[in-house]
């Protein structure tokens, strides 16, 4: 397989690795958003979230959790994004599931925003319904 995070895994190339458990590892990003934004990968490869069986997503969520503690204490930001783009869509350049944990800072410069759509009332019902049903509720 040709994918670059789990070249990363396996010690093929190197990354700083700033935690890891024998499910995850969380690596510096080389292309940060801002100094410190630490990028949780499985070590198994899978594409997106949906794919990631529930033990390791879980690992993956503490690792997301001690990494945001861990960059609280060392940069003190202002606060920090924990964020997954899944598909070319949301984003995701990289075909490996991975998700950022982003110390943010009032005068970054960065600005994170989308539209907001408004359902109607029946469309409200009908769409809650639909995912509803999609979940087996």
Request: net charge negative; with cysteine.
């Amino acid at each position: 397989m040709d994918c670059i995070f789990c070249k990363i895994v396996v010690g093929e190339i190197p990354a700083q690795k700033v935690c890891e458990t024998d499910k995850s590892v969380a690596i510096l990003d080389l292309y940060p958003l801002n100094k410190g934004h630490v990028l949780v990968l499985p070590k198994d490869h899978y594409e997106r979230v949906v794919e990631i069986p529930p033990d390791v997503w879980q690992d993956m969520a503490l690792v997301a959790r001690k990494v945001a503690q861990g960059i609280l204490k060392a940069f003190d930001p202002d606060g920090y994004h924990l964020l997954m783009n899944n598909g070319d869509v949301a984003g995701q350049e990289i075909a490996h599931a991975h998700l950022h944990v982003i110390p943010r800072f009032y005068d970054d410069g960065v600005k994170f925003g989308w539209r907001h759509l408004q359902y109607g009332e029946e469309e409200f019902k009908e769409y809650g319904e639909k995912l509803r049903q999609a979940l087996g509720d």
